[in-house]
């Protein structure tokens, strides 16, 4: 049985080959600054919490096993015992609002919770919220955890060793629920099947990794780039995988050193505080085969810094968690002379550029970017409206960006055809933060927009009207938004004024603002 069981099979061809190296593990071990964990080790931990999942909390094929953590094994453990399970791995975004999170419980209803310590106080908040009355067993990473929690080692421990598999998984069955930024307030979770990973994994392999990389990821793991860009395919390949609890700059710095690092991935951002860590200037980093950067365009002066004082070759790509996520990539000697596109589509993409009517459009004609391929989602969960939206007739999924393509088919994101924007590689979703506003009783009208910014690469400006005679601050309607979302979805400033931009079809127009405000600061 190979279906799910990615450990049993991977530790039968390369028991002994370094599988996970955890660099955070020292904050729940206490033993050591970090685990290294083989093949052989990685599936046993595996097998003895599947089993105890099974068990002790009745886990079973379909069943929906969250995760509230920080990066670190667990995560990695929770997968892949998951997988030998047939139940589905839901990473929730510790980012989150504990009332937003509440939300989700209801939609996936999972059975059991796994949570690093620092989020006790969010988990005693759902355990007293009757929308997340699906949860009746708690297992805490690391501390004391909350009343009847579990701690995930005593869990491991007391599971049982004997091998466990599902024979009666196919490859659509869905191994993993990712959630995406809704437009309608709650997040879609984008429903990723084994057959979804094994094609991105050929995808991978085909354009980026050998069997001997060694890849360190920086990504939060219920990101889908932090889980499938290169994590799964890299354990699947045999390659390593280090982890770290979140992203330190110096850390990562001495780890690609110290570790011989082939093979690195980040956002904008990211790349940006490497080059203003302290070990910056001594840092070694020719073991690296290649780095690769997404989330938004990389800026040329910070590719030719990397390539002049670092050797540094950057690939670029693009990715969606509905599809893929590997969906494009811009090979490294393309870095400039491309800059600004995301590239050819990987092997088993196949890209168009529609107009309104979804009739394919020629090179240089912008229009809504739409994919086809094995590695797409199998739509979201318990929504069949948004699925059918976003899958036309024909099996094209529908980005919602608007790109062109040149005569040499790489392509070129120009603008998003809904009014996300990215923010430190987060989408931000501007009706979701709009609908918070609204709940406040003085808003009349309101618009969120996202402008440039050298660090963030975008942040929020939240635009508003208050009803005559108001006297509501915008401090007031800041800690609205600080109460009720994430805080990275929260605008970075609030421009409260006597009107907004309307078009003669009576809808705001947020380019005007967008400009505006581009040009004031």
């Known amino acids: 049985m190979y279906i799910g069981d990615y450990l049993g099979r991977r530790a039968i ?15 729940y071990a206490g033993k050591q600054p970090e685990l290294r964990l083989t093949y052989a080790q990685m599936n046993a931990r595996a097998n003895r919490l599947a089993n105890w999942l099974q068990s002790e909390a009745g886990i079973g094929q379909g069943d929906r096993v969250a995760i509230l ?3 670190g094994v667990a995560h990695l453990d929770t997968f892949f015992a998951c ?23 209801a939609n996936t209803t999972p059975k059991l919770l796994i949570y690093s310590d620092e989020f006790s106080e969010v988990v005693k908040n759902l355990q007293n919220d009757a929308q997340a009355a699906s949860l009746t067993h708690f297992v805490h990473v690391e501390g004391e955890g909350v009343s009847g929690s579990v701690l995930f080692a005593e869990a491991m421990v007391s599971g049982a060793e004997t091998s466990v598999t599902t024979p009666t998984l196919t490859e659509e069955d869905i191994a ?82 110290r570790e011989q690092v082939t093979v690195f991935a980040g956002v904008p951002t990211m790349y940006q505080l490497l080059t203003q860590a302290t070990n910056w200037e001594t840092a070694v980093l020719t073991s690296l085969r290649f780095c690769t950067s997404g989330g938004a365009p990389l800026p040329v002066p910070l590719v030719e810094k990397y390539t002049r004082e670092k050797q540094i070759n950057f690939k670029q ?7 893929g996520p590997g969906i494009f990539a811009l090979a490294a000697e393309d870095a400039i002379r491309k800059a600004g596109s995301i590239g050819r589509p990987n092997f088993y993409v196949d890209a168009r550029i529609v107009d309104d009517n979804n009739q394919p459009l020629g090179p240089n004609q912008i229009g809504e970017l739409v994919l086809k391929g094995p590695s797409a989602s199998s739509g979201y969960f318990n929504n069949p409206e948004a699925t059918a939206e976003a899958i036309d007739d024909e099996g094209w999924f529908h980005t919602g960006d608007l790109a062109i393509y040149d005569e040499e088919w790489y392509f070129t994101i120009k603008d998003r055809k809904k009014d996300m924007y990215i923010s430190g590689g987060e989408n931000a979703y501007p009706a979701e933060i709009e609908k918070v506003l609204y709940a406040h009783p003085d808003v009349q009208l309101c618009a969120v927009v996202g402008l440039p910014d050298p660090k963030w690469g975008e942040v929020g400006l939240a635009c508003v009207v208050l009803k005559p005679k108001s006297t509501t601050a915008a401090d007031e309607l800041m800690r609205q938004m600080r109460d009720n979302l994430a805080p990275y979805k929260v605008p970075k400033r609030i421009e409260v004024l006597s009107e907004l931009p309307i078009s003669g079809a009576g809808k705001i127009l947020k380019r005007e603002l967008q400009a505006r405000f581009s040009q004031h600061d």
């Open 176 to 257: 993993a629920l990712i959630f995406t930024g809704g437009t309608t307030g709650l997040p879609k979770a984008a429903q990723v099947s084994h057959r979804m990973i094994a094609w991105n994994t050929l995808n991978t392999v085909i354009h980026d990794l050998h069997h001997d990389d060694v890849y360190l990821n920086v990504f939060p793991l219920f990101h889908t780039g932090g889980l499938f860009v290169y994590t799964l395919p890299q354990i699947i390949l045999g390659g390593t995988v280090i982890l770290v609890r979140q992203f330190d700059p110096a850390q990562v710095l001495d780890l690609i050193a």
């Open 13 to 27: 061809y390369s028991p002994d080959k370094l599988a996970v190296v955890d660099a955070g593990a020292e904050e």
């Open 69 to 71: 953590a920080r990066d």
């Open 317 to 323: 790509g693009f990715g969606m968690t509905e599809f």
């Open 83 to 105: 997988g030998k399970l047939g139940a589905i791995h839901t990473a929730l975004n510790w980012r989150l609002h504990w009332r937003e999170l509440a939300e989700i419980m």
